[in-house]
């Protein structure tokens, strides 16, 4: 039995949305990358956490050939069905973050 992982990215069609939210980042899988809730279509959250986790997912994510956006969101609670910023600079904890971009 190997331990190797084989990913098949041809195709691939997926799309993330990594969005720091003060001091947690999160990982959302979207339809459509987009900073208004109106165009992403069904948002996913697939993952809340620290930044260097939440990073490093994406970032695999667009090593294996996704669509990846780098949003921010300095609102509390549920942020899967509200607009987000593209505005990295201006926001808690900015100098800590990774900007992540596929394709």
């Not at 959302?28 to 069904?42: I, M």
């Not at 994406?58 to 949003?71: E, H, I, L, P």
Request: glycine fraction near 8%; aromatic fraction near 10%; include cysteine.
């Amino acid at each position: 039995m190997s331990n190797k992982i084989v990913m098949n990215c041809k195709g691939n069609k997926h799309s993330f949305c990594l969005v720091y939210q003060a001091g947690i980042a999160n990982v959302f899988e979207v339809e459509h990358c987009s900073p208004l809730a109106k165009e992403r279509g069904e948002t996913r959250l697939i993952h809340q956490g620290d930044f260097d986790w939440a990073s490093a997912m994406a970032q695999g994510a667009a090593y294996a050939g996704a669509k990846v956006r780098t949003y921010a969101c300095n609102k509390a609670g549920n942020i899967r069905e509200i607009d987000w910023s593209e505005d990295l600079v201006n926001q808690p904890f900015s100098d800590k973050f990774r900007v992540i971009i596929g394709k």
